[in-house]
């Protein structure tokens, strides 16, 4: 689902330490999904996708799990860095009444690297 | 390849003015989008194009808001009159074809409105 209000949830890990960003999406429908990587004042940047079909993919340090039964999907980065300090996005890819495809974002979460 | 462009990067105006965007996809992409980003939210579409025709315009705010893009090429996102709730990024996106799942979307870095 969509964040209200100003307020990001956050999540503070020690530099090198493991991370787990976690989301919950909204349509049972959608095949696609996408993790974005937002830094301040910069459009979100494509971390790691995973379709319907599959339940876990892995990129260089990032996993993505998605979970359809409860529609949850998690993002794991690896050994943190201080250049992994962003808001993440997770979004959902589905077809619209309209036909199209349309991009869907979920609740941000502000991670922070902690030197 | 170059990115998606957009421009101005930062505009500061009084509500009731009237503001205008400006995005330059990626060379060769047919499907452009344009979204709202409020502070502390996600990304929310408001209008997609294929070429310079209209997909989907659900979640545009017609009554004050326009967007249009000819030439299927580069779009202009309109803004008369600005109300204080339009303070937001405005980011455009854009896609080789419909079908992000096949293609991709690639996003501009956004022009940060603010309405005082």
């Known amino acids: 689902g969509e964040s209200v209000g100003l307020h990001l949830p956050t999540l503070s890990v020690q530099e090198g330490d493991n991370s787990i960003i976690n989301c919950a999406y909204s349509?049972?429908?959608?095949?696609?999904f996408i993790w974005y990587k937002q830094e301040s004042g910069k459009g979100p940047q494509f971390i790691i996708d995973i379709r319907s079909n599959m339940d876990k993919r892995q990129g260089q340090r990032v996993t993505v799990l998605l979970n359809k039964t409860v529609k949850h999907l998690s993002l794991q980065i690896a050994a943190t860095q201080p250049g992994d300090s962003a808001v993440y996005f997770c979004a959902e890819n589905s077809r619209s009444n309209f036909g199209n495809e349309k991009l869907t974002f979920g609740t941000g979460t502000r991670l922070t690297i902690i030197p | 390849e170059a990115g998606v462009a957009q421009s101005p990067r930062y505009k500061i105006i009084e509500k009731r003015q009237s503001v205008a965007f400006w995005c330059n996809p990626i060379?060769?992409?047919?499907?452009l989008y344009w979204y709202q980003q409020i502070l502390g939210q996600g990304p929310k579409l408001l209008i997609q194009f294929q070429n310079n025709g209209v997909v989907d315009d659900s979640q545009l705010p017609k009554d004050r808001f326009s967007a249009e893009r000819l030439k299927g090429v580069d779009s202009t996102l309109k803004i008369q009159p600005a109300k204080l709730e339009d303070s937001a990024v405005y980011l455009c996106a854009s896609s080789l074809a419909p079908g992000g799942d096949i293609y991709g979307y690639t996003f501009g870095s956004g022009t940060r409105l603010t309405v005082v």
């Open positions: 349509n049972s429908a959608s095949d696609y």
């Open positions: 060379s060769g992409h047919a499907t």
